[in-house]
T-cell receptor, first 110, second 113 residues
Framework: EDQVTQSPEALRLQEGESSSLNCSYTVSGLRGLFWYRQDPGKGPEFLFTLYSAGEEKEKERLKATLTKKESFLHITAPKPEDSATYLCAVNSGGYQKVTFGTGTKLQVIP | KAGVTQTPRYLIKTRGQQVTLSCSPISGHRSVSWYQQTPGQGLQFLFEYFSETQRNKGNFPGRFSGRQFSNSRSEMNVSTLELGDSALYLC????????????FGDGTRLSIL
């Protein structure tokens, strides 16, 4: 059975203090690893898809990387508006059966 | 381009009742998935539909069911509601469903009294 573990559960950063969120996964046949951002009372918002080890994607202050066992979401010089829960998910095998981690709740303090 | 639309946004029911939730996917998307989100369990996969056929199902009891119509709109039904069914129910769509990102609606908040 696919497993996704995210750490830390919660992270508090000062504005401008860079850090990384971790997503460790165990799957049989990775079809894609996804990062989402979720704000309170909203559905998850898609950020990145990674397909193979060594792949990297960037968007503004966020950069996602992938190895064979884990993915990192690097946040450079975060701002208060980056505060949210960040979710990692994997799609393995066939079709759209996706397993989510429980998320990292990020708080950026001005 | 309109996003995924879920109705209603909020629902209050009592134990034993049944409920139907609705989801309109992004235009052109044929895969629709449903998830249950609770503080303790996170996002749990319920089922996925593609071209009116259920392709995948999570580990939920038979009280949870769904269907998809020819226009890709989907409904989810929960019968004999229990207190533990209180959750945020999220719908997500993608073009074909394999290795593609899903786009989520803002969910239906279901509260069971």
């Amino acid at each position: 059975e696919d497993q996704v573990t995210q750490s830390p559960e919660a992270l508090r950063l000062q504005e401008g203090e860079s850090s990384s969120l971790n997503c460790s996964y165990t799957v049989s046949g990775l079809r894609g690893l996804f990062w989402y951002r979720q704000d309170p009372g909203k559905g998850p918002e898609f950020l990145f898809t990674l397909y193979s080890a060594g792949e990297e994607k960037e968007k503004e202050r966020l950069k996602a990387t992938l190895t064979k066992k884990e993915s990192f979401l690097h946040i450079t010089a975060p701002k208060p508006e980056d505060s949210a829960t960040y979710l990692c998910a994997v799609n393995s095998g066939g079709y759209q059966k996706v397993t989510f981690g429980t998320g990292t709740k990020l708080q950026v303090i001005p | 381009k309109a996003g995924v639309t879920q109705t209603p946004r909020y629902l209050i029911k009592t134990r034993g009742q049944q409920v139907t939730l609705s989801c309109s996917p992004i235009s052109g998307h044929r895969s629709v998935s449903w998830y249950q989100q609770t503080p303790g369990q996170g996002l749990q996969f319920l089922f996925e539909y593609f071209s009116e056929t259920q392709r995948n199902k999570g580990n939920f009891p038979g009280r949870f069911s769904g269907r998809q119509f020819s226009n890709s709109r989907s409904e989810m039904n929960v019968s004999t509601l229990e207190l533990g069914d209180s959750a945020l129910y999220l719908c997500a769509s993608s073009a074909t469903g394999v290795g593609q990102p899903q786009h989520f609606g803002d969910g239906t908040r279901l509260s069971i009294l």
